[in-house]
C-alpha cells in the first residue's frame, strides 16, 4: 500500500491522538448515575472516612458490593484530588487508554509491531469502550487487567519467559480484585480451547496453571478472608450467591435479552470498523480450524470465544459482560486488514457485504438517536428542543463520514477510508457527552441539586431522608458536602423534625402527599423551600424534589 494504514507521521499521529483524548475525556464532570456509579463513589468516601477498608457500604448500594479493588482507586484519587465527578472516574479512564497501550506494545510481542500499532487505533475508535470512563464502573478496570492476563499468557506461549508468567499472575489477582470471576471465565476457556483443539497444547505444562491461579487467588483469598473475619462472612456469602450462583442460571434484576445481544452490542462498539468484521471473523475462523493453520488465529478466536461467545448463552446479560473480547476482535481486524490485497472491496464478498453492514447501520443509528430525542418518556419531553439540531448534527456526522469510508473502501484506500472511520468515532462522541447527553442534565442531576442545596441550607443538622429513594447519589452529595443525613421512612419520625423548624427534609413525587397529611393530623406546619423537577435515569420517570423545614404557624401547601 502507498500509504500507511494508521497515522506515522508525528504531526498527524498527535492529532488524532489529541481529537481521541478530547473524545474519551468529554462528559467526565457530568453528575453521577445511579445506580452503580453513585454507589462505588459512596464505597470509596466511606472507606476513607471509616477506615473499614475491607467492607463496601454506603446507603441503599447494598446490591452493588464487589470486591475493593475499584474502591479503593477512587478513595486514593479522593487524595490527591479531592471528591469531584471526573475523579471518580479517573481509575476508568486511565484503564481504559491502559488497555489500549497494553494492545500496542504487550500484543506486539506475539502479533507483531504493525498489527499491534493498528489494533491500538481500532481500539481507541470504538464508540462503546469511552463510555466506560463515563461512568466510573468496574468494567474498565476489568478490562485492562483481563487485557494484561489475555496477552501475558498468549505471549508465554510465543516466547516462555518469567515474565509473562509474572504479569499474567499480576493480571489475573488485578481481575479478582476487581470483579472476581469473569477473568476466570476468560483465561480457564483460553487455556481449555488450546489443551482440547491446539498442537500447543504442551506448552501448558511449562505455563503451570496450577501453581499460578492459585498465586494470583491470594490477594482475594487475603481480602475476604479479613472481611469475613470483619462481619462474620456475611458479604463473602452474599457475593457467591449474587454474582456467582444467580448469573449463570438466571438473570438478575430483569437483565437479560437473547442470543446475539452482545453480538449487537458489538457491532455499534465496532461500528467505525464495522465493514472489515465479516473478513477478519472468516479469516481468522478458517486459519483456526485448519489441521496445520496459524496458532495466532486460534488464540485470538479462543480468546473471543471464552470473552464473548460464552456469555451469549448466558441468561443474566448486560452490555458489558464481552467487553473482555474486544482486545482479542481489534487484533483480529488489525491482522486483516494488513492482509488485504489491492481492489478487496471487488473481489472479497464478506468485505462487500461489510460495507453494505457497516452503511445500514450507520444509518440506523442515524435515525435512531433524532427519534429518541424526539420521542416523549412516560409522556413528558426528556430532552429539550434546543437538542434536536445536536442530534441531527450526530445523524450527519454518522452518514456522511461512512459514506466517504464506503467509497474510498470501493477504491481500496484503506488508510484514508479508516481516518474517516476515525472522525465518524471522535465525532459521535464529542457532540454525545459535550452537547447532547448534557442538554438533560438539569434534569438528570434533580437528586444532586436536591442534596446540594440541603447540604448548603441544613445548619449543620442532619437532613432526613424521608424514603428508600434508592438513589445513592443523594446521599453522597450530601456526605461530600460534609452534611450528615438520617433515613427516615417512617411518618412519625418526621414530626420532631417539622417541630425543630431547622432541619431540612428531603421528599419526592412518590411520597409529599404523606407529608401533607401527617402535617394536617399533627397540627404542625411547614414550607416547601425549593421543587426540583428532575429525571431519574435508571427507571426511566420523572419527579420532582421538594426540600421542606416546618414552621410555626400551620399553612399545608396546596
Known amino acids: 500500500m502507498k500509504l500507511p494504514l494508521v497515522p506515522s507521521h508525528w504531526a498527524e499521529k498527535w492529532a488524532w491522538i489529541l481529537l481521541f483524548a478530547l473524545a474519551w475525556v468529554a462528559g467526565l464532570g457530568l453528575s453521577l448515575w445511579d445506580q452503580d456509579e453513585a454507589a462505588y463513589a459512596g464505597f470509596a468516601w466511606n472507606m476513607q472516612h471509616t477506615g473499614n477498608w475491607l467492607i463496601p457500604e454506603f446507603l441503599w448500594s447494598e446490591i452493588h458490593r464487589k470486591p475493593p479493588f475499584l474502591f479503593w482507586s477512587i478513595a486514593v484519587a479522593y487524595d490527591f484530588f479531592g471528591v469531584h465527578e471526573w475523579v471518580i472516574r479517573l481509575p476508568s479512564l486511565l484503564a481504559l487508554f491502559g488497555t489500549v497501550l497494553l494492545v500496542r506494545y504487550q500484543a506486539a510481542i506475539s502479533f507483531g509491531t504493525q498489527v499491534a500499532r493498528i489494533a491500538a487505533w481500532l481500539l481507541a475508535a470504538n464508540i462503546f469502550l469511552p463510555h466506560l470512563a463515563k461512568l466510573g464502573v468496574t468494567d474498565a478496570l476489568l478490562l485492562f487487567f483481563e487485557t494484561l492476563a489475555a496477552l501475558s499468557l498468549i505471549n508465554f506461549f510465543h516466547l516462555p519467559k518469567l515474565r509473562h508468567q509474572l504479569l499474567f499472575v499480576l493480571g489475573t489477582a488485578g481481575a479478582l480484585l476487581v470483579k472476581g470471576p469473569p477473568v476466570l471465565i476468560l483465561t480457564f476457556g483460553i487455556l481449555g480451547l488450546i489443551l482440547v483443539f491446539s498442537a500447543e497444547r504442551k506448552t501448558i505444562l511449562r505455563f503451570h496453571p496450577w501453581f499460578l491461579f492459585p498465586l494470583a487467588a491470594i490477594p482475594l483469598f487475603l481480602w475476604g ?22 448469573r449463570v442460571g438466571s438473570d438478575v434484576l430483569g437483565q437479560t435479552g437473547p442470543p446475539g445481544y452482545h453480538f449487537l452490542v458489538m457491532a455499534i462498539g465496532f461500528l467505525p470498523v464495522l465493514a472489515f468484521l465479516p473478513g477478519a471473523f472468516g479469516l481468522h475462523f478458517k486459519q483456526a480450524i485448519r489441521k496445520n493453520g496459524s496458532f495466532k488465529s486460534f488464540v485470538l478466536v479462543a480468546w473471543a470465544i471464552a470473552g464473548w461467545v460464552i456469555y451469549e448463552i448466558m441468561k443474566s446479560k448486560l452490555p458489558t459482560y464481552a467487553i473482555g473480547a474486544y482486545p482479542a476482535i481489534a487484533l483480529m481486524l488489525a491482522s486483516y486488514l494488513g ?49 434536536l439540531p445536536t442530534a441531527y448534527l450526530m445523524a450527519f456526522c454518522l452518514v456522511v463520514p461512512a459514506l466517504l469510508a464506503a467509497w474510498l473502501l470501493y477504491k481500496s484506500q484503506y488508510a484514508w477510508a479508516l481516518r474517516s472511520m476515525f472522525l465518524q468515532s471522535i465525532l459521535f462522541l464529542i457532540l454525545a457527552w459535550q452537547a447532547l447527553v448534557p442538554s438533560i442534565e438539569p434534569q438528570r442531576s434533580a437528586g444532586k441539586q436536591a442534596a446540594e442545596y440541603a447540604a448548603l441550607n441544613s445548619f449543620g443538622l442532619p437532613v432526613i431522608l424521608t424514603s428508600n429513594f434508592e438513589l445513592p447519589s443523594i446521599p453522597f452529595y450530601l456526605v461530600a458536602h460534609r452534611c450528615r443525613f438520617i433515613e427516615s421512612p417512617e411518618l412519625t419520625a418526621w414530626l420532631p423534625a417539622l417541630e425543630n423548624r431547622k432541619q431540612l427534609l428531603i421528599f419526592n413525587s412518590s411520597n409529599i402527599d404523606q407529608l401533607k397529611i401527617i402535617a394536617t393530623e399533627a397540627g404542625l406546619g411547614y414550607r416547601i423551600e425549593k421543587e426540583i423537577p428532575g429525571f431519574i435515569s435508571d427507571r426511566g420517570k420523572f419527579t420532582t424534589w421538594y426540600i421542606v423545614r416546618g414552621q410555626r404557624a400551620f399553612q399545608a401547601e396546596e
Open 225 to 246: 478472608r479479613m472481611a469475613w473475619l470483619n462481619d462474620g462472612g456475611v458479604l463473602i456469602s452474599w457475593m457467591i450467591d449474587w454474582y456467582t450462583l444467580r
Open 339 to 387: 492482509e488485504l490485497p489491492t481492489n478487496a472491496v471487488i473481489k472479497q464478498r464478506r468485505l462487500i457485504w461489510g460495507t453494505v453492514f457497516y452503511l445500514l447501520m450507520s444509518v440506523l443509528l442515524a435515525v435512531a438517536i433524532p427519534t429518541l430525542v424526539k420521542a416523549p418518556v412516560g409522556g413528558q419531553m426528556l430532552f429539550p428542543t434546543e437538542a
